[in-house]
């Protein structure tokens, strides 16, 4: 099915401008002195996008800045955080931040590549889900561009569909057909003080709670393991066309996240999927970090495993666990027979002895007296001394 051509390179959510009420820098106004707007792309909650050309290098890319009525030192702050976090990363699973700077009115400024294609949740708008085979090559290269993120000590903080791009023209298995964006929210994870510590307070809940692991869900200090849920989570609406986990505001759907036992794919749909691909999903959305998988290049091998028709760890432990769990059932209902064949046999006994018990008493002694007639007088009566 071929797709409406769209361009969007935000690491945050665009929606298209429809009208120039929204376009605070018209086509041809030249910012940082060097590149030219050619055309506004959208906007997202805070910032703005453009397409822009580098006036020396005549090369489109995507400049991104804050809304004026958005401008406050926090924000200001975490846009630069941002830009620092994301040019940390070079991979080519992730969008690629060119230049950072600050405009004539001291408004700061993000260039990143340009990206002709559409987001993950524009496509699941269109087909509901995805197959097997388009989100195992979708998520391994999504695995990628985070593991590579996750050794740089970065967590992204908001995955989710819209922050998943398809790159327009490029089969899915392709390197670089898919994008992670918008490391708006994103912190480094070995690094908590200063600046970093300011904008990611413990006890402040960020991200987006459809897909927030049970610990950012709890404002608790999260690692890349909390990206590994949520990426989980994603990979569940890909191959269902539903959430996990759904409440009726955001937070009750962030207490189910706590508290819910997890659905499987096929709970979810009716569907049947690989038992490989149903114990990934559920060894991404373990409750306890602890459980899940440690990193997300474990989870691109076990993806490519099920493509190769290799051996998928976590579906050997899954099936594994569940062989001990109905040995240890079978052993209970085993010992209870067991137990109950004793109880049996030891009431029989029981019985045998008291019945025997009963009858091995001597019996007492009789006096038999005989009739008499109603005129023989009491005295003339034999008594037991009396000889015959």
Same mark, same amino acid.
């Given at each position: 099915?071929?797709?409406?051509?769209?361009?969007?390179?935000?690491?945050?959510?665009?929606?298209?401008?429809?009208?120039?009420?929204?376009?605070?820098?018209? &086509?041809?106004?030249?910012?940082?002195?060097?590149?030219?707007?050619?055309?506004?792309?959208?906007?997202?909650?805070?910032? +703005?996008?453009?397409?822009?050309?580098?006036?020396?290098?005549?090369?489109?890319?995507?400049?991104?800045?804050?809304?004026?009525?958005?401008?406050?030192?926090?924000?200001?702050?975490?846009?630069?955080?941002?830009?620092?976090?994301?040019?940390?990363?070079?991979?080519?699973?992730?969008?690629?931040?060119? %230049?950072?700077?600050?405009?004539?009115?001291?408004?700061?400024?993000?260039?990143?590549?340009?990206?002709?294609?559409?987001?993950?949740?524009?496509?699941?708008?269109?087909?509901?889900? =995805?197959?097997?085979?388009?989100?195992?090559?979708?998520? +391994?290269?999504?695995?990628?561009?985070?593991?590579?993120?996750?050794?740089?000590?970065?967590?992204?903080? %908001?995955?989710?569909?819209?922050?998943?791009?398809?790159?327009?023209?490029?089969?899915?298995?392709?390197?670089?057909?898919?994008?992670?964006? %918008?490391?708006? +929210?994103?912190?480094?994870?070995?690094?908590?003080?200063?600046?970093?510590?300011?904008?990611?307070?413990?006890?402040?809940?960020?991200?987006?709670?459809?897909?927030?692991?049970?610990?950012?869900?709890?404002?608790?200090?999260?690692?890349?393991?909390?990206?590994?849920?949520?990426?989980?989570?994603?990979?569940?609406?890909? =191959?269902?066309?539903?959430?996990?986990?759904?409440?009726?505001?955001?937070?009750?759907?962030?207490?189910?996240?706590?508290?819910?036992?997890?659905?499987?794919?096929?709970?979810?749909?009716?569907?049947?999927?690989?038992?490989?691909?149903?114990?990934?999903?559920?060894?991404?959305?373990?409750?306890? &970090?602890?459980?899940?998988?440690?990193?997300?290049?474990?989870?691109?091998?076990?993806?490519?495993?099920?493509?190769?028709?290799?051996?998928?760890?976590?579906?050997?432990?899954?099936?594994?666990?569940?062989?001990?769990?109905?040995?240890?059932?079978?052993?209970?209902?085993?010992?209870?027979?067991?137990?109950?064949?004793?109880?049996?046999?030891?009431?029989?006994?029981?019985?045998?002895?008291?019945?025997?018990?009963?009858?091995?008493?001597?019996? &007492?002694? +009789?006096?038999?007296?005989?009739?008499?007639?109603?005129?023989?007088?009491?005295?003339?009566? &034999?008594?037991?001394?009396?000889?015959?």
């Amino acid at each position: 099915m071929s797709q409406p051509k769209q361009h969007f390179m935000s690491p945050n959510t665009p929606v298209e401008t429809q009208d120039g009420t929204d376009i605070e820098f018209n &086509p041809g106004h030249m910012l940082g002195g060097r590149y030219q707007v050619i055309t506004c792309l959208g906007r997202g909650g805070m910032g +703005i996008v453009y397409k822009v050309k580098q006036f020396f290098l005549d090369k489109e890319l995507a400049l991104k800045t804050i809304s004026k009525q958005c401008l406050t030192e926090k924000s200001i702050r975490r846009f630069q955080q941002e830009a620092i976090t994301t040019f940390a990363i070079d991979h080519p699973n992730v969008i690629m931040v060119n %230049d950072f700077g600050l405009l004539d009115d001291d408004t700061p400024f993000l260039v990143m590549e340009l990206i002709d294609g559409e987001t993950l949740g524009d496509r699941l708008k269109v087909c509901s889900r =995805l197959s097997v085979d388009e989100v195992i090559d979708l998520f +391994i290269q999504v695995c990628f561009g985070m593991s590579y993120a996750h050794t740089k000590g970065i967590v992204h903080r %908001d995955i989710k569909p819209n922050n998943i791009m398809l790159i327009h023209g490029m089969p899915l298995g392709t390197e670089g057909s898919v994008k992670v964006v %918008d490391f708006g +929210i994103a912190k480094y994870s070995a690094r908590e003080g200063g600046e970093v510590q300011a904008l990611t307070r413990t006890g402040e809940v960020f991200g987006s709670p459809l897909y927030m692991s049970p610990e950012q869900c709890q404002g608790e200090t999260v690692d890349h393991r909390s990206d590994i849920y949520s990426l989980g989570c994603v990979m569940f609406e890909a =191959l269902t066309g539903t959430l996990p986990f759904i409440g009726e505001n955001a937070l009750l759907t962030m207490l189910k996240h706590q508290q819910d036992p997890t659905p499987t794919l096929r709970e979810a749909t009716g569907n049947t999927y690989p038992k490989s691909l149903e114990a990934i999903v559920a060894k991404m959305l373990a409750k306890q &970090p602890g459980e899940r998988y440690q990193s997300l290049g474990d989870v691109a091998m076990e993806l490519n495993a099920i493509k190769t028709g290799g051996v998928v760890k976590a579906a050997v432990r899954q099936e594994q666990k569940k062989k001990k769990e109905e040995d240890i059932v079978s052993i209970t209902k085993s010992n209870f027979v067991t137990l109950l064949c004793g109880v049996a046999v030891l009431t029989a006994i029981a019985s045998y002895f008291a019945v025997y018990s009963i009858t091995a008493v001597a019996p &007492p002694k +009789i006096i038999h007296v005989r009739e008499t007639s109603n005129n023989t007088p009491a005295s003339s009566l &034999p008594t037991e001394n009396t000889p015959h």
